[in-house]
C-alpha cells in the first residue's frame, strides 16, 4: 500500500503563491497515474490536476488551468503542485493520490475518485483577501 504525505501549505494573500509536495512512498508509479484534489469547507471533494507518471503528461481542471502546474521528481517520488496567482476561492485541504486508469484526467472524475482511498492527511492552504 502507498504512503502519501503531503506538504507544502499555508496562508497567503490573494494573487500569491504556494507550492506543494506529495511524497508518495511503498509503491512503484511506474504504470500509475497521480492526482490533485482539493477539498473546501462545507464542499465535496475535486480533482484539479493530474500527471502520468511515467510520460509527464499533464491534465488541469478549468479552475485552475493556467495557474497551476503540476510535476513529479521520478527519482524521488514526489508530485509537486506550484499555485500561483492564488484566489480566495482556491482555499481548501489539498491532497494527492495514485490511481491506475486509461489516462488521468479519469482519475479526476468524482464519479470515479469517490472510490479511491486518500491515505494522506492533505495539507492545508488558506488564501486570504
Known amino acids: 500500500q502507498a504512503q502519501v504525505v503531503e506538504s507544502g501549505g499555508g496562508v497567503v494573500q490573494a494573487g500569491g503563491s504556494l507550492k506543494l509536495s506529495c511524497t508518495i512512498g511503498?509503491?512503484?508509479?511506474?504504470?500509475?497515474?497521480v492526482g490533485w484534489y482539493r477539498q473546501a469547507p462545507g464542499k465535496e471533494r475535486e480533482g484539479i490536476a493530474c500527471?502520468?507518471?511515467?510520460?509527464?503528461?499533464?491534465y488541469y481542471v478549468d479552475s485552475v488551468k493556467g495557474r497551476f502546474t503540476i510535476s513529479r521528481d521520478n527519482t524521488k517520488n514526489t508530485l509537486y503542485l506550484q499555485m500561483t496567482s492564488l484566489k480566495p476561492e482556491d482555499t481548501a485541504m489539498y491532497y494527492c493520490?495514485?490511481?491506475?486508469?486509461?489516462?488521468?484526467?479519469?482519475?479526476?472524475?468524482?464519479?470515479?475518485?469517490?472510490?479511491?482511498?486518500?491515505r494522506g492527511q492533505g495539507t492545508q492552504v488558506t488564501v486570504s483577501s
Open positions: 493520490t495514485p490511481y491506475v486508469a486509461d489516462t488521468c484526467s479519469v482519475g479526476l472524475d468524482p464519479r470515479i475518485f469517490r472510490f479511491y482511498t486518500f
Open positions: 511503498g509503491s512503484s508509479l511506474e504504470h500509475s497515474e
Open positions: 500527471i502520468t507518471w511515467s510520460s509527464g503528461s499533464v
